[in-house]
């Protein structure tokens, strides 16, 4: 296989000078860190008060770590190191509760977070010649925006069909010889059976390709994916906090996530002491942004569970690869690609003074998505003879849960005492979707 370059000098470094440029650019991270109150206090503690207290890489094992909690508690501008007139564009995920992690780019940070995507994308075989159809969420979701100013900068034609409405996606694919997507993997799934409910057949379209991310799934997942679309599908991992898409990629190897070292200083720890485990070991990631002036964040701990491989790529890349996402440290969901806290959802529910004591969040398989139902104890005089009071504040529940976590909820009232009670710590959380990984 001859594998493909979008910058052959920046991928394939010695680690030496890889080595080097990182630690560069950590202290130009930490000098910027300094500029922002949050870290001030932070590096302070530690007794860092300037970017020359870094004399090596390894020093980053001075730096505290931040949490998802830390950017919560920094809304919404706590964290910003650059004057609101340099910064373009925000975006923002959930956090634990309705404050949400916010971002911020430069046009210089948008201009390298495109250039990262492209370097993904082009590192999968793609040119300037393919058609690319963006079928996931644009907006305050990071996948939208960023995969569409990397295809941009690879020079392929975009098509920024969003997510969602799946027939008109066949017709976008059909009208305009779409060659690569980008989605989900569960909306990968869910178009494909549409495909096979509507007689479409994927071999009649000119899709070669799919990216899928921003939820975890098996190699058996997209092996089928592959098999029933006769495509080749590549993994992609990002996270808001480190801009979103292009942190980890796979190549045409298609074997583990090449990490882009250059802008993402990463370390792997263990999950209980949250100190840094050997090559090959499996614990939580920890990520610095290299390549972001406007929100440096220093020692991220994502929650995500990986380990690095240990052997070189055959494709001769130097940046190390990062296994499958095989779980997360935290009890956040991900549902149909969306984060969703279930403290986000209580926090909801518990405040509506008609709602009782317990409540019940339940995750199952419909199809090829997800499907969220939230079941909740009411009174028992709302359950009369007239349905309307019931309906009425059903939808009162749907409404303000889908306003807060974005995704439309099944709502199911039941009377107290009707819903299961442990006997330890509370058991809210039913997820019965199969565990993919
Ligand atoms: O999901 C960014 C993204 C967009 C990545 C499009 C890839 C494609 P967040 O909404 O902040 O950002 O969610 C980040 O999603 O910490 C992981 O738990 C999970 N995740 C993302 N990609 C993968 C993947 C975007 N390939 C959180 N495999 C992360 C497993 C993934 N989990």
Partial sequence: MTFQYWDKNKECISREDLEAQQLKALKETVGRALLTPFYKERLGGVG?????????????????????????????????????????????????????????????????????????????????????????????FTGGLGFHYGAEEVGMMVIPSGSGNTTKQFKLMKDFGTTVVHATPSFLLHVQSKMEEEGVDPRSLKLKKAFAGAEPYSEDTRRKIEAMLGIDVYNSYGLSEMNGPGVAFECQAKDGMHVWEDGYLTEIVDRDTLKPLPAGETGEIVFTILCRTATPILRYRTRDLSSFYTEPCVCGRTHRRLRRITGRTDDMLIINGVNVFPSQIEEVVMAMKEVGNNYLIVVEKDGSLDKLTVKVEVGSSIFADDARPLNALKEKIRKTLQASITINPRVELHQGGALPVSEGKAKRVHDTRPKDV
């Fill in 48 to 140: 860092i008060t300037s970017a020359d207290d870094i004399e090596s890489v390894s020093d980053i094992s001075k730096i505290p770590f931040t949490t998802k909690d830390d950017l919560r508690a920094a809304f919404p501008y706590g964290m910003l190191a650059s004057p609101l007139d340099e910064v373009v564009r925000m975006h923002a995920s959930s956090g634990t509760t309705g404050i949400p992690t916010v971002i911020y780019l430069s046009r210089q940070d948008v201009a390298r977070w495109a250039d990262y995507v492209a370097r993904c994308i082009y590192g999968t075989g793609c040119t300037k010649s393919d058609v690319f159809q963006n079928m996931i969420t644009y907006g305050l």
